[in-house]
């Protein structure tokens, strides 16, 4: 049907993924066959013709790690609809009790809130077309089944119920300075977390906020981090949360310290839209370097470290250095807007843009090359 329809460009988005169909692709009913966006690497195939990536995540020195061609976007490949979703986050949420709230839903009557708040109408609501209900109805019935049995990785949004998030109820205190992770723990290598228990041990009066995705893996975690002298006090769990929430629990967080082995994808994504400032190392793989695209994206390429002595340096001196930390944040801030990371119309634009150069160069040189210059394709006719 793809070849009897003349498909010119095929897009592989799942890889090796669920709901993965590489045997279409392996009978190439099309001419040019892509690898996109869903999975984070190469297919290592002989039948994917180019990768779209971008000159961070893939340089050419990493040519050979690849059996695609690039095909390089002009900033960085990976976007957020975040500008669109999730409007609101682009506010600040502040209220003149005595901490900072985060209320998800709307018309909460919940007993709780008077505990804390003289006024509960100063506490700032999530607001949007639909009741928080109605929104996660109408996805549910769009995703069904299938996505039902997938894990909630911030991609979906789950059933959940309502509820109120903020620093007390957390048991965070308000001069606590907060370094987060919302990935699955499965991204996280002794390494990684021996830095971080370093900077933990390094920082007075910080916290480091992860969620229990895996359950099974906060214990583990509690143990290692205890035989590396960290206080149990010093590391918080919480569930998975449905994405509303996903995404505004960044603005309580202050900084987001990034898996090298696999980065924070839609999840850096997530955080940064909140305001949220990541600090990330690339290695070598694609998966690696994805936090490096988003973050030079952002322009915020001073948190893009080499190493675990650059990392461990740079976290401790947001945290100790409040000038600092407000010269970093403050950009990522104004930066979600201004930037094209968030940008999904000059995304679109650059893609079709992209995508034209990629068979205006096969119909030309009759074989496939990289597509490096990311300059918009001028109108030859």
Same mark, same amino acid.
């Given at each position: 049907?793809?070849?009897?329809?003349?498909?010119?460009?095929?897009l592989?988005?799942?890889?090796?993924?669920?709901?993965? @169909?590489?045997?279409?692709f392996?009978?190439?009913?099309a001419?040019?066959?892509?690898?996109?966006?869903g999975?984070?690497?190469?297919?290592?195939?002989?039948?994917?013709?180019?990768?779209?990536t971008?000159?961070?995540?893939? %340089?050419?020195?990493?040519?050979?790690?690849?059996?695609? *061609?690039?095909a390089?976007?002009?900033?960085?490949?990976?976007?957020?609809?975040?500008?669109?979703?999730?409007?609101?986050?682009?506010?600040?949420?502040?209220?003149?009790?005595?901490?900072?709230s985060?209320?998800?839903?709307?018309?909460?009557?919940?007993p709780?809130?008077?505990?804390?708040?003289?006024?509960?109408?100063?506490?700032s609501?999530i607001?949007? @077309?639909?009741? =928080?209900?109605q929104?996660?109805?109408?996805?549910?019935?769009?995703?069904?089944?299938?996505? =039902?049995?997938?894990?909630?990785s911030?991609?979906?949004i789950p059933e959940?119920n309502e509820?109120?998030?903020?620093?007390?109820?957390?048991?965070?205190?308000?001069?606590?300075?907060?370094?987060?992770?919302?990935?699955?723990l499965?991204?996280?290598? %002794?390494?990684?977390?021996?830095?971080?228990?370093?900077?933990?041990? @390094?920082?007075?009066?910080s916290?480091l906020? =992860?969620?229990?995705? %895996?359950?099974?893996?906060?214990?583990? &975690?509690?143990?290692?981090?205890?035989?590396?002298?960290?206080?149990?006090?010093?590391?918080?769990?919480?569930?998975?949360?449905?994405?509303?929430?996903?995404?505004?629990?960044?603005?309580?967080?202050?900084i987001?310290?990034?898996?090298?082995?696999?980065?924070?994808?839609?999840?850096?994504?997530?955080?940064?839209?909140?305001?949220?400032?990541?600090?990330?190392?690339?290695l070598?793989?694609?998966?690696?370097?994805?936090?490096?695209s988003?973050?030079?994206?952002i322009?915020?390429k001073? &948190?893009?470290?080499?190493n675990?002595?650059?990392y461990?340096? #740079?976290?401790?001196? &947001?945290?100790?250095? *409040?000038e600092?930390? *407000?010269? #970093?944040?403050?950009?990522?801030?104004?930066?979600?807007?201004?930037? $094209?990371?968030?940008n999904?119309?000059?995304?679109?634009?650059d893609?079709?843009? =992209?995508?034209?150069?990629?068979?205006?160069?096969?119909?030309?040189?009759?074989?496939? #090359?990289?597509?490096?210059?990311?300059?918009?394709l001028l109108?030859? $006719?």
């Amino acid at each position: 049907m793809i070849s009897d329809h003349g498909i010119q460009i095929l897009l592989n988005l799942n890889g090796y993924t669920k709901g993965a @169909r590489n045997e279409i692709f392996a009978l190439k009913p099309a001419p040019i066959q892509i690898m996109y966006l869903g999975y984070p690497s190469t297919s290592g195939s002989n039948y994917m013709d180019y990768i779209i990536t971008d000159k961070v995540t893939s %340089p050419m020195e990493h040519e050979e790690h690849y059996s695609e *061609k690039f095909a390089y976007m002009p900033n960085s490949f990976f976007i957020g609809d975040h500008a669109r979703m999730f409007p609101h986050v682009l506010r600040d949420l502040t209220s003149h009790c005595s901490i900072t709230s985060i209320v998800s839903g709307c018309n909460q009557k919940s007993p709780i809130f008077s505990q804390h708040c003289n006024d509960i109408s100063n506490l700032s609501y999530i607001r949007d @077309r639909k009741t =928080l209900n109605q929104y996660v109805d109408f996805h549910l019935k769009q995703r069904n089944e299938e996505n =039902l049995k997938c894990k909630n990785s911030g991609e979906r949004i789950p059933e959940m119920n309502e509820w109120i998030l903020d620093r007390k109820f957390l048991g965070i205190l308000k001069d606590n300075f907060v370094f987060c992770n919302f990935n699955q723990l499965y991204k996280l290598d %002794p390494n990684t977390f021996s830095c971080w228990c370093r900077i933990l041990n @390094r920082v007075p009066n910080s916290v480091l906020w =992860l969620l229990k995705f %895996p359950k099974f893996g906060e214990s583990n &975690l509690r143990e290692y981090a205890k035989k590396h002298g960290v206080p149990q006090s010093k590391i918080i769990f919480t569930d998975v949360a449905g994405k509303e929430e996903h995404v505004r629990r960044g603005q309580i967080a202050d900084i987001c310290l990034d898996t090298p082995i696999c980065n924070g994808h839609t999840t850096g994504m997530d955080v940064l839209w909140a305001g949220c400032p990541i600090v990330t190392m690339p290695l070598n793989s694609f998966a690696s370097r994805v936090g490096s695209s988003i973050m030079t994206a952002i322009g915020c390429k001073e &948190l893009v470290v080499n190493n675990f002595k650059e990392y461990e340096e #740079i976290s401790v001196k &947001l945290a100790i250095d *409040k000038e600092y930390y *407000k010269k #970093i944040k403050s950009k990522i801030w104004f930066n979600r807007v201004s930037s $094209s990371l968030f940008n999904v119309n000059k995304y679109t634009s650059d893609f079709d843009s =992209l995508l034209y150069k990629i068979w205006d160069s096969y119909t030309k040189n009759n074989k496939i #090359i990289h597509i490096l210059d990311s300059s918009p394709l001028l109108d030859s $006719s």
